[in-house]
């Protein structure tokens, strides 16, 4: 019993990490709340069923799904955050802006695909694995291994190489970052083009494990934010931490709680982090340094 | 008759939704406090007033003011527990509370019945005096709208609502002239809390039917974007904003679209016109203040 709550908390917690990582990372570098991530990540998912429904093979479609999903972010970078960047847009603003936009991907998906819930078939069998009680399918060993190595791969290249550096720059000081000669928007690009291949490969996983529905994409803005709150989300390692810790206790509460309780979780959590720890769990300003 | 009774309709479901712009305005126009709650807080007004009324016996009178009452502690509850919050974390914070209203409604089934919903809610009635014809309901819910508008003008134009502008454009002033701006805070948002309890409580009592869904973030798109249609801090503008964003989709009800198509296309206009407004004209049409 505990050994399959702690698989299924590292099937859930993996794809929250990956996710979060990814929504923490436009947040310290793009200084608004991409509230449109998850809708933009379940965009791959859509994709894929797409292009697999076209009877395109089940790996160039993945690498289709890709390529579009980058496409689709750098012309929303080009089309529209970069006019508020470069007006220097509020907090407030780009917060109801990164709403709408997550509002607007979200209906574009029911209007075009319709309500109902959509699975991407696979090219093979899924085999399931049964050990101590406990099961594993195929799949769930792919996510957890997919969602794992991308996580080592983004921490080593934010924390151990010289680009990494750069945007790290970015992230703590723009101004002196620019003025060392960052050239800011082709980081801003590159960042921009490594988030949407994380939202990609976070929604089609989300996608194979979970199956799509229009609304997945707030769902998982919502578990990616929570992710990030925990971990603090100016603290780009915590993201991971908080990811892994909230599909924990959502696995651990399902075992005491009615399931539908599951999503209430969340956001209870939510809610307590950014009242009495709104820097996360190793923050360390004080709730008085965000007044104001 | 039966077109009459569809503008009707439409006049009574504006009148419910003005209350909810006017009270957006009241905290985010005026004095620039991003609350998110309001769904929240008008479903918690909803589901008091509907279930008190069918498991009490109590006067719709008292139920009335119960809730109203109830809606502005709940607002200056989150005004106490966010005090030191403002801009994104306030918003944010706002924002699960309206997640977490919703969760507690869908799940708290042995009150509220979850998603199955509060079916034959009792129409409004005041001492001897039952409203129960549209026509009633229309004229009783313009009363309390125009009532509501009134009250707001006088406010603001009243040195209290001198200082809850100052609460928005500079918050250290108040606290030289000697007021204090924590409790005019608690003050926007508990009127702010009020009147959205208020829509919940007419929303209900004309439908005669409740559940989760009735208010969500679906509502604070619509309201958002009515709220930069007709312009910040002018609750003229903010009424106009409200009108046309009811007419104005309300012409594909007349197409030959299925209906999750209709509310589609209803939300990717609400948030397109976000991102248009805020894209040419951040202040909205008649709008007088600039959040950036």
Known sequence: MILQVIINSFITGGLYALI?????????????????YGAFAIFAGY???????????????????????????????????????????????????????GIFLENLLLAIFGP????????????????????????????????????VITFFSIYKSRYGLVIRSLISNPLMAEILGVNKEDIFRKILIFTSLIAAIGG?????????????????TIKAFTSAIIGGLEFLPGSIFGGFLLGFIENISVLFLPSAFKDGITFIILFLFLIFKPKGMFGKKTREEMSG | MEIFNYFFHLGIIFSIYSLLVLSSNLSLGYGGLFNLALPGLALIG?????????????????????????????????????????????????????FIVFTLALNWESL???????????????????????????????????????????????PLGRSIQALRDDELAISVLGRNPLRIKSLVLGISGLLSSLAGILYAH???????????????????????????????????????????????????????????????????????????????????????
Do not use: H
Request: hydrophobic content about 55%; proline content about 4%; glycine content about 8%.
């Open chain 1, 20 to 36: 979060a990582l990814g929504f923490s990372l436009l947040y310290n570098t793009f200084k608004f709340i991409p509230f449109f």
């Open chain 1, 47 to 101: 994709f894929l069923y797409l292009f697999n429904s076209i009877n395109l093979p089940f790996s160039l479609g993945i690498i289709l799904s890709f390529l579009v999903l980058i496409i689709l972010g750098l012309l929303i970078d080009f089309f529209l955050l970069r006019k508020f960047r470069e007006r220097k847009a509020g907090s407030v603003i780009m917060l109801i802006l990164g709403l709408a936009l």
């Open chain 1, 116 to 151: 109902n819930i959509k699975s991407i078939s696979l090219p093979f069998e899924n085999i399931t694995f049964n050990f101590f009680n406990s099961s594993l399918t195929l799949i769930q060993l792919i996510v957890i291994f997919i969602s794992l190595s991308f996580l």
């Open chain 1, 204 to 220: 089609i996983l989300y996608g194979i494990e979970y199956n799509l529905e229009p609304t997945a994409g707030t769902n998982l």
């Open chain 2, 46 to 98: 909803a589901y008091t007033s509907s279930l008190l009324s069918l498991k009490t016996n109590l006067p719709f009178g008292v139920i009335f003011v119960i809730t109203l009452i109830l809606g502005y502690l709940v607002g200056w509850i989150i005004s106490k527990i966010t005090n030191k919050l403002r801009g994104d974390y306030l918003a944010l914070v706002t924002f699960g509370f309206t």
């Open chain 2, 112 to 158: 509220t019945r979850g998603a199955l919903g509060l079916p034959s809610i009792p129409k409004p009635k005041f001492l001897f005096f039952q409203i129960e014809s549209l026509i009633e309901i229309f004229i009783f819910y313009y009363l309390i709208t125009f009532i509501v508008y009134l009250f707001l003008q006088k406010l603001i134009f009243s």
């Open chain 2, 206 to 292: 004309y439908l005669s039917y409740l559940d989760p869904y009735s208010f969500g973030l679906g509502d604070l798109i619509f309201i958002l974007s009515a709220l930069f249609l007709g312009g910040l801090a002018d609750n003229r503008g903010a009424l106009l904003g409200t009108f046309l964003l009811i007419i104005i989709p309300e012409s594909l009800r007349f197409l030959p679209l299925p209906s999750y198509l209709v509310g589609a296309l209803r939300q990717i206009i609400y948030s397109l016109i976000i991102i248009i407004i805020l894209w040419f004209r951040p202040k909205g049409i008649f709008g007088k203040i600039d959040l950036s």
